[in-house]
Nanobody
Framework: QVQLVESGGGLVQAGDSLRLSCAAS????????MGWFRQAPGEERVFVAA????????SYANSVKGRFTISRDAARNTVYLQMNSLKPEDTAAYYC???????????????WGQGTQVTVSS
């Protein structure tokens, strides 16, 4: 059993920055990959970024590449998503995920956080 708790969402203006945090607890020894998905109202949940538990192989969706940075602090069992140059199109609920391998589809991840809302105004 793994529990994921996200924080850091909020309401910002276009061009601003936010940093999301995801703290993992429980059987973290089962985690190989952690990352983020997002879901806008009426849309499918889509991949944003992922990183291995050891901090390697970061990957990003094309829509956020160059603006978002994923990182991890293994000692704190925490993964971060630094979001710069935010756009209104980034508005969504952001979900932290964890799983045994690296994939970009939601069904690959057995562990999900509750979500944190990011709203970007124009």
């Amino acid at each position: 059993q793994v529990q994921l708790v996200e924080s850091g969402g909020g309401l910002v203006q276009a061009g601003d920055s936010l940093r999301l945090s995801c703290a993992a607890s429980g059987r973290t020894d089962t985690i190989y990959d952690m990352g983020w998905f997002r879901q806008a109202p009426g849309e499918e949940r889509v991949f944003v970024a992922a990183i291995t538990w050891t901090g390697g192989s970061p990957s990003y969706a094309n829509s956020v590449k160059g603006r978002f940075t994923i990182s991890r602090d293994a000692a704190r069992n925490t993964v971060y998503l630094q979001m710069n140059s935010l756009k209104p199109e980034d508005t969504a609920a952001y979900y932290c995920v964890a799983g045994p391998s690296v994939y970009t589809v939601p069904r690959a991840y057995p562990y999900w956080g509750q979500g944190t809302q990011v709203t970007v105004s124009s």
